[in-house]
């Protein structure tokens, strides 16, 4: 038994006509611009802050000084 009956039209092409029939591009997984762009957007931020020096000392509070 299917996940998901075939639908009523015969096909799933023709259920969904405006997805159309054509060719997909496939550069987004071969470019290294695209790449580079989709490493900083996952990567990048979480990694900076990791990195950063961070001063402990510099928050400590003195009480009664």
């Known amino acids: ?5 075939k639908p009523a039209e015969g096909s799933w ?3 969904y006509p405006d ?3 054509g060719a997909v591009s496939y550069e987004d997984c071969v470019s290294p611009a695209f790449c580079e ?3 900083e957007a996952v990567f ?3 990694f900076d802050r ?3 020096r961070y ?4 928050e ?3 009480v009664g000084v």
């Open 50 to 52: 990791l990195t950063e």
């Open 1 to 5: 038994m299917a996940l998901h009956p």
């Open 13 to 15: 092409t023709e259920h």
């Open 60 to 62: 400590r509070k003195t």
């Open 19 to 21: 997805l159309g029939t």
């Open 37 to 39: 762009v989709e490493r």
């Open 55 to 58: 001063d402990f000392r510099a």
């Open 44 to 46: 990048g931020h979480p």
